[in-house]
């Protein structure tokens, strides 16, 4: 889908981009000017008549653009005539042509090996799959190659002033493309020649609905599809809006101070550790948001997916805790969270973690963090300091981040087995922690006691767990 063009169109209806209203070039942008010209990663299925549906690797000149979207113009031979659609485009879905982002094989996201190879080792990839990837550590790129069952991590070396590129000194190539199109011919030392690149399973979460920023939308372009999920205060829905875009519909039984903290929160929110908002319904009851639909459920139910095997490498379960600590850095110092539980952490095709169910969460600068008596709490998940009716602060989600690392070590297990709620409180005003979940090691378990500490000022922050995630990782060799 997109609009064909053969002359200027009248200005775009609602138009968020800074444009005039001819073609909607960029204001005051002289007709002379080259524009810039970029490449399609991903399909992408129109959401509105004015949006243009991209294939990979369509060339687009850019026309026009504001945050999160591009308006652009497609040139495509048909007989002896070229055919011109406009249209707009999520910014995400594009990468300038001929740049390393663009290529099927570099990861822009993954930094770490761990990531790596969580997206190696996924059914879909073969042998000699590869990826390139920029390591955050030391900023060197990477050549990771499934050599079944094992990941391999080749550090590509570059040459004085960067100008070289080479895995082994004396094959030295002007460009990584150039690396990749050698070694997909010749092993040359390699464990194994390269194949194909990794499969990219999870598409960029466009951050709105389309390129109209109001995020209040008509609740008639909404439509239910099946019901994901009931809970006291709401139930979760699978919908589709205008039609065309598959999202969650989170529509609440009652209009509560709660629920508009949970909204404001949520507007404020982006981070890809985060379930991505698209839109609200408040005008009509019952109010609604929309969000990103996530077809693979939670961390939790994951986990106990693969309870009877106990497959999954420790170093992958690391892998998840480290990714939610990325996104609890995000929150630290604006959002305390107060309900951060695997059951609240949803996976993507890619098993990438993504936060979600703010329904608890409080802004740390303002109103009342303390419990009221109409918060459901998860009990089990909860700092002493709550019981003694304290401020909620993000080292109480700390508390809660050692609970679920107890979750993930134990494939879903429930915490404090065996115990009920009271006995649970008691036992933690007493001083009483959680025993080492067996096959924890130890090194991982003095990581939970840090985040079980009494004195919340002396638990470690989320960036200070992170780094210890990861050097867990290095020192055991998990990778």
Same mark, same amino acid.
């Given at each position: 889908?997109?609009?064909?063009?053969?002359?200027?169109?009248?200005?775009?209806?609602?138009?968020?981009?800074?444009?005039?209203?001819?073609?909607?070039?960029?204001?005051?942008?002289?007709?002379?000017?080259?524009?810039?010209?970029?490449?399609?990663?991903?399909?992408?299925?129109?959401?509105?008549?004015?949006?243009?549906?991209?294939?990979?690797?369509?060339?687009?000149?850019?026309?026009?653009?504001?945050?999160?979207?591009?308006?652009?113009?497609?040139?495509?031979?048909?007989?002896?005539?070229?055919?011109?659609?406009?249209?707009?485009?999520?910014?995400?879905?594009?990468?300038?042509?001929?740049?390393?982002?663009?290529?099927?094989?570099?990861?822009?996201?993954?930094?770490?090996?761990?990531?790596?190879?969580?997206?190696?080792?996924?059914?879909?990839?073969?042998?000699?799959?590869?990826?390139?990837?920029?390591?955050?550590?030391?900023?060197?790129?990477?050549?990771?190659?499934?050599?079944?069952?094992?990941?391999?991590?080749?550090?590509?070396?570059?040459?004085?002033?960067?100008?070289?590129?080479?895995?082994?000194?004396?094959?030295?190539?002007?460009?990584?493309?150039?690396?990749?199109?050698?070694?997909?011919?010749?092993?040359?030392?390699?464990?194994?020649?390269?194949?194909?690149?990794?499969?990219?399973?999870?598409?960029?979460?466009?951050?709105?609905?389309?390129?109209?920023? $109001?995020?209040?939308?008509?609740?008639?372009? /909404? =439509?239910?599809?099946?019901? !994901?999920? %009931?809970?006291?205060?709401?139930? *979760?829905?699978?919908?589709?809006?205008?039609?065309?875009?598959?999202?969650?519909?989170?529509?609440?039984?009652?209009?509560?101070?709660?629920?508009?903290?949970?909204?404001?929160?949520?507007?404020?929110?982006?981070?890809?550790?985060?379930?991505?908002?698209?839109?609200?319904?408040?005008?009509?009851?019952?109010?609604?948001?929309?969000?990103?639909?996530?077809?693979?459920?939670?961390?939790?139910?994951?986990?106990?997916?693969?309870?009877?095997?106990?497959?999954?490498?420790?170093?992958?379960?690391?892998?998840?805790?480290?990714?939610?600590?990325?996104?609890?850095?995000?929150?630290?110092?604006?959002?305390?969270?107060?309900?951060?539980?695997?059951?609240?952490?949803?996976?993507?095709?890619?098993?990438?973690?993504?936060?979600? $169910?703010?329904?608890?969460?409080?802004?740390? /600068? =303002?109103?009342?963090?303390? !419990?009221? %008596?109409?918060?459901?709490?998860? *009990?089990?998940?909860?700092?002493?300091?709550?019981?003694?009716?304290?401020?909620?602060?993000?080292?109480?989600?700390?508390?809660?981040?050692?609970?679920?690392?107890?979750?993930?070590?134990?494939?879903?297990?429930?915490?404090?087995?065996?115990?009920?709620?009271?006995?649970?409180?008691?036992?933690?005003?007493?001083?009483?922690?959680?025993?080492?979940?067996?096959?924890?090691?130890?090194?991982?378990?003095?990581?939970?006691?840090?985040?079980?500490?009494?004195?919340?000022?002396?638990?470690?922050?989320?960036?200070?767990?992170?780094?210890?995630?990861?050097?867990?990782?290095?020192?055991?060799?998990?990778?």
């Amino acid at each position: 889908m997109g609009n064909s063009v053969s002359t200027c169109k009248p200005r775009c209806p609602d138009c968020c981009l800074d444009c005039c209203p001819c073609c909607c070039q960029i204001k005051n942008e002289k007709p002379t000017i080259k524009r810039k010209t970029c490449t399609s990663i991903y399909n992408y299925a129109s959401r509105t008549t004015l949006d243009l549906e991209l294939k990979k690797g369509d060339i687009l000149e850019i026309m026009g653009e504001n945050e999160y979207w591009l308006y652009v113009r497609r040139r495509t031979a048909k007989g002896k005539g070229i055919i011109q659609e406009e249209g707009y485009v999520p910014i995400n879905f594009v990468k300038p042509v001929d740049s390393l982002e663009a290529q099927p094989w570099y990861f822009e996201d993954v930094k770490r090996r761990i990531q790596a190879k969580r997206c190696l080792m996924r059914p879909q990839n073969n042998e000699g799959t590869f990826l390139v990837w920029k390591s955050e550590e030391n900023d060197h790129y990477y050549l990771s190659v499934k050599n079944s069952p094992h990941a391999r991590h080749y550090k590509i070396k570059q040459g004085e002033h960067n100008k070289d590129f080479f895995l082994i000194q004396h094959t030295t190539f002007k460009t990584l493309p150039e690396l990749i199109e050698f070694y997909s011919k010749s092993q040359n030392g390699l464990c194994v020649k390269l194949n194909q690149p990794c499969v990219k399973l999870d598409q960029p979460t466009p951050p709105t609905l389309s390129f109209q920023l $109001d995020r209040e939308i008509d609740k008639k372009s /909404l =439509t239910k599809i099946k019901k !994901l999920g %009931s809970g006291e205060f709401a139930d *979760v829905w699978q919908g589709k809006w205008n039609g065309t875009t598959d999202v969650a519909i989170k529509e609440f039984k009652e209009v509560s101070p709660n629920i508009r903290t949970e909204i404001e929160i949520m507007m404020n929110l982006r981070h890809e550790r985060l379930l991505q908002l698209y839109a609200i319904c408040t005008t009509v009851k019952p109010f609604c948001i929309v969000t990103e639909l996530m077809n693979n459920s939670s961390l939790k139910n994951f986990l106990m997916e693969h309870r009877e095997k106990q497959d999954i490498e420790l170093s992958l379960m690391m892998d998840f805790a480290i990714q939610i600590t990325e996104g609890m850095i995000y929150l630290e110092d604006k959002i305390v969270h107060r309900d951060l539980r695997a059951d609240n952490i949803l996976l993507t095709n890619m098993q990438s973690c993504k936060i979600a $169910d703010f329904g608890l969460a409080q802004f740390v /600068l =303002t109103g009342n963090r303390r !419990l009221s %008596s109409d918060d459901r709490v998860p *009990v089990k998940w909860m700092a002493p300091e709550i019981f003694e009716d304290e401020n909620y602060t993000s080292k109480s989600d700390v508390w809660s981040f050692g609970i679920l690392l107890t979750e993930i070590v134990t494939y879903g297990d429930e915490p404090y087995p065996g115990q009920d709620k009271l006995t649970c409180i008691q036992g933690i005003q007493r001083g009483k922690r959680m025993a080492r979940p067996a096959g924890c090691p130890e090194a991982l378990y003095d990581i939970m006691l840090q985040c079980w500490r009494t004195n919340p000022t002396e638990r470690p922050t989320f960036t200070e767990l992170q780094e210890k995630l990861v050097a867990l990782i290095h020192v055991l060799q998990l990778e």
